[in-house]
């Protein structure tokens, strides 16, 4: 898989790809935008958000505010990107159940038709392990009904991911997280594969399955569970890198 991907991102550079970025403030953005800066595989890496934040990154990689309420009104921006990578989220403990439903839900599928609108052919979205539209959690039932909107959409190609639980070093205290990390441990450390990935390896599974040839058939939307990117990431398990 690691020769397969360093030859597909060779080739990949050669083609001239430009991308976006949503999410990049979260922790698998967080750790894409390292990735891909660290890579340089894009001619261009636009990332979209609410707000600036202070980035060490190469000149390629630039900052644009948009108002993801009214995000038609920001299409020019998406003008030449032909991948996007999604990595939107937030907590209802943090902005209610509608901001939550807004952010998870609305502001995906609004990043998804516009910059579809503008000629993005890959998109590659994170979603959530149970992820389902008939579900009775909002959480679940909200990247439900974000993945299948997506789905819906046609892009050329369509990667959602459905991670487990997410191993990296937060700089926001969740209490939760916490309790449930402490409980899950044991099972985390005996089969890091089954219910818990690296934030690294969700972003590196989201490059090397964008760089990877288009088949040029009919579109493409593949859903990873958690052992698929594992795997897909060509990177060991473990905890994230200090």
Known sequence: MASESESNMERFKTENHSAFVV???GEVGKALVKDLNKLKIFKKVVLLGRREVALDVGPEIEQKI???DKLEEHADLFTGLDVG???LGTTRGKAGKEGFVKVDRDYVLATARVSKAQGCKQFALV???GADTNSFLLYSKTKGEAEEGTKQIGFDRLSIYRPGALL???E????GEKIMSGLLSP???LFPKSISIPVESVARAMINHVVAPLSGSSPEATTYYNRDTH???GMPSGGCSK
């Open 85 to 87: 990578f999604c990595c």
């Open 231 to 233: 795997e897909a990431s």
């Open 66 to 68: 948009v108002n993801f």
């Open 127 to 129: 979603s959530s392990t």
């Open 172 to 175: 926001e205290f969740r209490i």
């Open 168 to 170: 990296c070093k937060r």
């Open 187 to 189: 099972v985390i450390y």
């Open 23 to 25: 999410g990049y403030t």
